[in-house]
Each structure stands twice: as C-alpha cells, then as structure tokens.
C-alpha cells in the first residue's frame, strides 16, 4: 500500500476553502511573543501535509520543535531567524525565504526587531502537534 493510498480521503472528494483566523485552533508552540494556530492539518481532513501560521512578534519565538518528518516554512513579512540546535546554526530569513528542515532537526523560529509571519508546517503532519486539540483529532 502507499502512502497515498494509506492516507485516502473518504469520497466524494472536494475542494475546501480554509480559515485563517481566530476559529483555527491555537499549536502550543510559542515562548514569547506571538501566536501560532493550525489551518491545514488532520483536524480539517488533511492527512497528507500540514499549513501553520506563525505570528511572531519582534524579538518572539517559538519553542525548540523537532519532527520526525521535514517541515518547510515560508517568511511571508518581516524578518526571523531559524536557529538549528543540534549544529548550532542560525540562518537568517527574510520576506519570500523558504527554509526546509531535516526530518529529526531541533529548530527554533525567532523573529528579528521587524517581527515575522511565517506559514508552513511538517509534511506529513506531526500528530504530536495536535493532541492538545479533542485528542488530536
């Protein structure tokens, strides 16, 4: 069986249209100076991938995230800084930035005096992320 085949969706299939405002449920992953909430993920039938929004304000951050798939984030305005812990590397994101990061990498997404608003996610979603939310469903 693959993946696809393992993660079909239940018919008919359709296009959604998703929110991104305060209905998403919030992802306990801030540490100082922001929000964080689920727009794409397995709550809203997505199986496959997941899409986050993260608002960080200046000088905010997430807490250290690990998967164990990759995750991709995109800096949609301002500036941050994705922290690699394990190699202690910081590689610096500007507006239109994509950064893609190794299933197993521990990272942090900081914010830079302009604050942030990154999207992305890990692909598949990482159920870990959820369970804070009706068990994760």
Do not use: F
Not at 114 to 127: L, N, R, S, T
């Amino acid at each position: 069986m693959t993946a696809a085949e393992a993660y079909a969706p239940v018919l008919p299939l359709e296009v959604r249209v998703l929110a991104d405002d305060e209905t998403c449920p919030d992802l306990p992953i801030i540490e100082a100076g922001g929000r964080a909430w689920a727009v794409a993920w397995p709550g809203v039938g997505a199986h496959l991938r997941s899409m986050h929004r993260v608002s960080l304000q200046p000088d905010g951050n997430t807490v250290p995230l690990r998967h164990p798939m990759e995750s991709v984030y995109y800096v949609l305005e301002g500036a941050a800084v994705a922290t690699d812990l394990d190699l202690r590397q910081d590689h610096k994101l500007s507006a239109g930035s994509m950064i893609l990061i190794d299933p197993g990498t521990r990272y942090v997404l900081r914010a830079t005096e302009a604050g942030a608003e990154i999207v992305g996610g890990p692909c598949p979603p990482d159920p870990g992320m959820y369970v804070h939310i009706n068990g994760g469903q």
